[in-house]
């Protein structure tokens, strides 16, 4: 295996561990590798932000109740 081989394979695990710390799951991670369509990540980056904002409204809610 030569030192581009190895230096490609390093960059996707990177990709892959960072989006899943991002909370995304599995099967939206393989979209986002797969595809060189920058209107397809640019969508799965917006749902995911949309789904933190819901996440935190509902924290948000629960802490009023406390």
């Known amino acids: 295996m030569d030192i581009d081989t190895i230096q490609a394979r390093l960059k996707k695990v990177n990709q892959i561990q960072t989006l899943k710390n991002r909370g995304f799951n599995i099967s939206t991670i393989k979209e986002i590798v797969e595809s060189d369509n920058i209107e397809i990540i640019k969508s799965q980056f917006e749902n995911r ?4 904002k819901d996440k935190m409204n509902d924290l948000q809610k629960q802490l009023c109740l406390l």
Do not use: D, G
Not at 49 to 52: G, K, P
């Open 49 to 52: 932000s949309a789904q933190i």
